[in-house]
């Protein structure tokens, strides 16, 4: 990255470091991962704001992202599935954290953009697929962590079976009001916690 990119992250993630706690390796992920690359309008890339994104999507505040990670437990997990990978911001940030991350999207273009930008990044262990998100990712299950990054009324079954017991799920429930809701599967039961409000697109099911 070129120092300016490095300064002006660095400037974002302690914004963030001062309205919530960070890991240390969530801070320097933060720092390391070029953000102006994932957004058409550089001059916002910085913001503590949502921005738009190609096809009527947007990307998350980066203070979202960092609620919706620290909920997640991220680090030193071997494989993360993330439904909706939009930029593939979200998936690069938990590619630092995590061995491996799977990240499925449903519109085409955005998969296409996303794959190409984390090749420019000559990040390894990031994999995205072009699929329904409501499927989630079977060949690679289970996994010790899943991540929404598209909000719903109620988590596909689905998703939880390809959760390990012990395993978190992170995602924004509600449709006018959302919040962060981190999801924790034991043999018997998934037990589930409430966090902060958020503000996401919904998921949606098929592809485009």
């Known amino acids: 990255m070129n120092n300016p990119e490095r300064i002006n992250c660095t400037k974002m993630a302690d914004e963030i470091a001062d309205k919530i706690m960070l890991t240390p390796r969530l ?59 939009g930029s593939g911001y979200q998936a690069v940030i938990l590619s630092l954290l995590a061995h491996r991350v799977f990240s499925v999207e449903r519109i085409e273009n955005l998969a296409k953009s996303a794959k190409q930008r984390i090749k420019n990044l000559n990040i390894n262990n990031v994999h995205i697929r072009y699929d329904d998100g409501n499927l989630g990712w079977q060949s690679y299950a289970p996994y010790d962590r899943i991540l929404l990054s598209c909000a719903c009324t109620k988590v596909p079954e689905n998703l939880f079976k390809q959760l390990k017991i012990g395993g978190i799920l992170v995602a924004p429930i509600g449709d006018k009001e959302q919040y962060i809701v981190k999801f924790t599967k034991t043999n018997s039961a998934i037990n589930e916690k409430r966090l902060d409000d958020c503000n996401f697109v919904p998921l949606l099911g098929g592809v485009q």
Request: hydrophobic share 40%; glycine share 2%.
């Open 27 to 85: 801070y320097e992920a933060f720092c390391e991962v070029p953000r102006s690359v994932f957004l058409d309008i550089k001059k916002n890339a910085f913001s503590l704001n949502p921005q738009p994104i190609n096809s009527a999507q947007w990307i998350s505040s980066p203070l979202t992202v960092a609620k919706m990670t620290m909920a997640l437990e991220a680090e030193n997990c071997d494989n993360i599935l993330e439904i909706g990978c």
